[in-house]
Structure formats: structure tokens, C-alpha cells
């Protein structure tokens, strides 16, 4: 299973950081991508962090303004967001892939193993 949290309502310009924990396997074998969902919007993919050191990608609309990283001594995928913009709003939901991240871009959705429920990200303009 995974679970997020560190959403909340934020203004303009400021930060959050998204925690994913892991729980019944090891996160270390697994890929773990995030992806957001607005209203009325599509899911799209955000970021993901492969299990292969030091990989990871981005969306051009975060680029420069999330990182991700893991720690898998806590079985834990952060995404720091710096300079939120209210583009940014939405539901954001973690998801894992055994290896590697997904997709040419990496940041397909398809065959992920596991989904979190998602948590809330708010910012005012």
C-alpha cells in the first residue's frame, strides 16, 4: 500500500512537501511516480523517481520547482514544491512500478502496481 500526505492549503509562491510511505513491500525495488488530477481535469504525471540511482524526471509545467527524492531506510518518496503557483491545484496521488518509471517520458501511468488515495493541494492566487 501507499499513503500521501503533507497537502494543505498554501499561497502563491510558497511551499509543501509530499510524503509517500510504503507499507507491505520494499520500496527500494520500485519506482514511485506522483501525478495530480484538478477538477475537470486529466490525471497527468508530474515527477517519478526510478529505483535506479539518481533517476528521475519531470513535467516541463514543475520543472525547476519540485524535486523528489526517497529514503528507503523509511520506505518514504518526498516531493518538495517551492514557488507554487495556482496551477498547481489539485488532488495529488502517488503510485509505484516495480524498477523503473513508465513510459518514454516517465511519467506514464500505466502498469503501476500500487496507488495511494491522494491528498489535497491548495493554492491561492
Known amino acids: 500500500q501507499l499513503a500521501e500526505s503533507g497537502g494543505g492549503l498554501v499561497q502563491a509562491g510558497g511551499s509543501l512537501r509530499l510524503s509517500c510511505v510504503a507499507s507491505g513491500f520494499a520500496l527500494k525495488d520500485f519506482a514511485i511516480g506522483w501525478f495530480r488530477q484538478a477538477p475537470g481535469k486529466t490525471r497527468e504525471g508530474v515527477s517519478c523517481i526510478s529505483s535506479k540511482p539518481g533517476l528521475t524526471y519531470y513535467s516541463e509545467a514543475v520543472k525547476g520547482r519540485f524535486t523528489v527524492s526517497r529514503d528507503n531506510a523509511e520506505n518514504t518518496v518526498y516531493l518538495q514544491m517551492d514557488n507554487l503557483q495556482f496551477e498547481d491545484t489539485a488532488v495529488y496521488y502517488c503510485?509505484?512500478?516495480?524498477?523503473?518509471?513508465?513510459?518514454?517520458?516517465?511519467?506514464?501511468?500505466?502498469?503501476?502496481?500500487?496507488w495511494g488515495k491522494g491528498t489535497m493541494v491548495n493554492v491561492s492566487s
Open positions: 503510485a509505484g512500478l516495480y524498477y523503473d518509471c513508465s513510459g518514454a517520458s516517465g511519467l506514464g501511468s500505466y502498469g503501476m502496481d500500487y
